[in-house]
């Protein structure tokens, strides 16, 4: 069975700039989480998703990150302008339902410069 | 609102000797705990779980933890450290709530000294 898929492994931008990041969960997982992870810190949830809904978005910074999952299958996670502060690992879980176990992807490494 | 805390942001053990990562997490209602390991450059990886039923614990690579309801403590243990065995671990706790979010610890770096 395929993981979770994510894309780009690595980016590199500079402040101010857009980026956007690609999440493909498990086939048939309905729920999908983005987490942000700064270095020396535990992933912090950032939004999730319930099929193509969003069932919390209390930690996303709205005035600057964005996501959707069209078709409740395939994300995406954009930073629009990026900070400083905003250089992390973006990571993607999927699970079957609410509370189950969470399967991650690799995560993408943002370096804002 | 639930937490995690996880003592000990770094921990050295030589090989073959007790692994011993602790985590004690907070939480109005009884909870479901979760310790996930992080090899560099790599997603996280569910050790194990406790949802319900015997408080002791076995996940994979020989590891188990023990849910202690009176101290509120869900330690990862390992008898005998392997060199494999290096990476991150986070400990983290699913919320109460009707979204059962999971909350992680700061996470501890394990090295295995040869």
């Known amino acids: 069975e395929a993981g979770v898929a994510q894309s780009p492994r690595y980016k590199i931008i500079e402040k101010r700039q857009s980026v956007a990041f690609w999440c493909n969960p498990i086939s048939g997982h309905a729920t999908l989480y983005w987490y942000q992870q700064i270095l020396g810190q535990g992933p912090k949830l950032l939004i999730q998703f319930q099929n193509n809904g969003v069932v919390d978005d209390s930690q996303l910074p709205k005035d600057r990150f964005s996501a959707e999952r069209l078709k409740g299958v395939d994300s995406t996670l954009k930073i629009q302008p990026a900070k400083l502060e905003d250089s992390a690992v973006y990571l993607c879980?999927?699970?079957?339902?609410?509370?189950?176990?969470?399967?991650f992807g690799p995560g993408t490494r943002l370096t804002v410069l | 609102a639930q937490s995690v805390t996880q003592l000990g942001s770094h921990v050295s053990v030589s090989e073959g000797a007790l692994v011993l990562l602790r985590c004690n997490y907070s939480s109005s209602v009884p909870p479901y705990l979760f310790w996930y390991v992080q090899y560099p450059n790599q997603g996280l990886q569910l050790l194990l779980k406790y949802t319900t039923g015997a408080t002791l614990v076995k996940g994979i690579n020989g590891f188990e933890a023990e849910f202690k309801k009176s101290e509120t403590s869900f330690h990862l243990t390992k008898p005998s450290a392997h060199m494999s065995d290096a990476a991150e671990y986070f400990c983290a706790v699913i919320s109460s709530g009707s979204a059962r979010q999971l909350t992680f610890g700061s996470g501890t770096q394990l090295t295995v000294l040869p």
């Open positions: 879980a999927s699970t079957t339902g609410l509370g189950n176990e969470q399967f």
